[in-house]
Every structure is written in structure tokens, then in C-alpha cells.
């Protein structure tokens, strides 16, 4: 496929030089033969230069990340979520292995390293998938990283859900790390709250002195994101 130069305003990578290899939409892929259409629903990029490092879009919270992946699965990758606030989310897909250099409830700011490109996951060759979410709605990126739209500054106002068991989403996925980070459980973050999820989160609770209810509310969600 025909790569295309972009040069960022708000930079993703370490330079601001990227290459499209697939811009966000409807693409038709033919493998082996077959020839399927599906929606890109982020777009790729690779660097100026060789691999190169990711930086945060914007500053935000880190709901999600995880380096440990070395092979296809899952499709994303290693990867990193960050909530903005009014209403935005990224999202960096396939990283390198063990390059990942946050952890879910940490801030970080525009610019900040995050780490570095790779190949994990579905992915034939190192670069980045990078997502936005607006109101949990995928969007075109490119004109984020051009500089003709933008988040409208830092405004952190990230709105969380009250969890319970039975519940599904990133949300979840989000609660299953902290979980594991604050009292050392080893739970899937597959975000599904199931009862595994319910029993740690009843511990964390306990420990915390908070009302031990099972329920991810806002004192649970502050305690766990030290905010
Ligand atoms: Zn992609």
C-alpha cells in the first residue's frame, strides 16, 4: 500500500514525521485470495525513521496498558488507553514488548513518553495504530494530528461508571488492573466483572475502609486513581 507523509502539529511519535500505511475507514484487504472490507477504525503509522518512540496525544489518565504481550494475542497488542476528559479517549496499539513505561491510574502529560513501536498483535511489521474515541464513538484521528481539530485543551472531567458484578467494558478492564496493582491479585483483565472480580474487589475495599458493597462507585474509583 502507498504510503503517505504526514507531518503532525501535536505529535505521537518522537519526531513528528509519520508515514499513513492505512488511513481511519472502510478498507478491503485481500489475503491469501480472499478479499474482505471491515472498518479501520484508527489509523497507521509508522516513523520518519526506523521505530521510533510514542508519546501521549494529550495529557490524561492512563485507564489501560499492558506490555507483556509477544505474539498475535490480542489483536491490540501491548497497548496503552488514556481518558482525556471531556469525552476524549486514545489509544496505542501493537508495542513493543516489556517497552510500555505506564500503568493504569497514572497521569501523564501531552508529549510524555509512553513507549516504544512494535509488531505485537495483529500486525505484519512495526508501527502504530493509533485510535480516538469521542463519547465512546471512533473517530477519525488524522485531522487531530494536522492540527485541524483538537480536544479543546485539559480539561479533566472523566466520568466513571459506578462497577458491579454481571457488568462489561474498559471500565472494567481498568478496575481488573488497578486491582491487581493495589493487592497483588492475578486477575484477567478480560472486562468482564465476574466474581473474581467482585471477592478482590471486596478485599480492596476492606482494606481501604471503604463500605464494602462490591460496588466500584465514586469513593472506590477515587481511592483506586488516587485523584
Ligand atoms: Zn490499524
Not at 492505512?22 to 477504525?41: E, L, Q
Not at 496498558?65 to 489483536?75: I, K, L, M, Q, W
Not at 498483535?121 to 495504530?129: E, I, K, P, Q
Not at 473474581?196 to 483506586?224: E, F, H, I, M, R
Request: charged fraction near 20%; charge should be positive; hydrophobic fraction near 35%.
Amino acid at each position: 500500500m502507498a504510503k503517505r507523509l504526514l507531518v503532525a502539529a501535536v505529535p505521537v511519535t518522537a519526531t513528528n514525521t509519520h508515514y499513513i500505511t492505512s488511513p481511519y475507514g472502510i478498507r478491503t484487504v485481500t489475503v491469501k485470495g480472499k478479499t474482505s472490507t471491515g472498518m479501520h477504525n484508527g489509523i497507521d503509522l509508522v516513523a520518519g525513521r526506523g521505530t521510533d518512540y510514542i508519546v501521549a496525544y494529550e495529557s490524561g489518565i492512563v485507564t489501560y496498558a499492558r506490555g507483556d504481550v509477544t505474539g498475535n494475542t490480542p489483536s491490540e497488542g501491548n497497548s496503552v488507553y488514556i481518558d482525556h476528559g471531556n469525552g476524549f479517549k486514545t489509544y496505542y496499539f501493537h508495542m513493543k514488548p516489556k517497552s510500555v513505561l505506564v500503568k493504569a491510574g497514572d497521569l501523564v502529560r501531552r508529549g510524555q513518553k509512553i513507549g516504544y513501536m512494535g509488531t505485537t498483535g495483529n500486525s505484519t511489521g512495526a508501527h502504530l495504530h493509533f485510535g480516538i474515541k469521542f463519547y465512546n464513538a471512533w473517530v477519525d484521528p488524522e485531522p487531530y494530528l494536522t492540527g485541524l481539530k483538537n480536544m479543546g485543551g485539559k480539561r479533566m472531567t472523566i466520568t466513571l461508571r459506578t462497577l458491579s458484578q454481571g457488568m462489561r467494558g474498559e471500565d472494567v478492564k481498568t478496575l481488573q488492573q488497578l486491582l491487581n496493582a493495589k493487592i497483588n491479585t492475578s486477575l484477567e483483565p478480560d472486562g468482564k466483572f465476574g466474581p473474581l472480580t467482585n471477592t478482590a474487589l471486596k478485599k480492596y475495599q476492606a482494606a481501604s475502609a471503604l463500605v464494602v458493597d462490591g460496588k466500584c462507585g465514586p469513593a472506590t474509583w477515587s481511592k483506586l486513581l488516587g485523584v
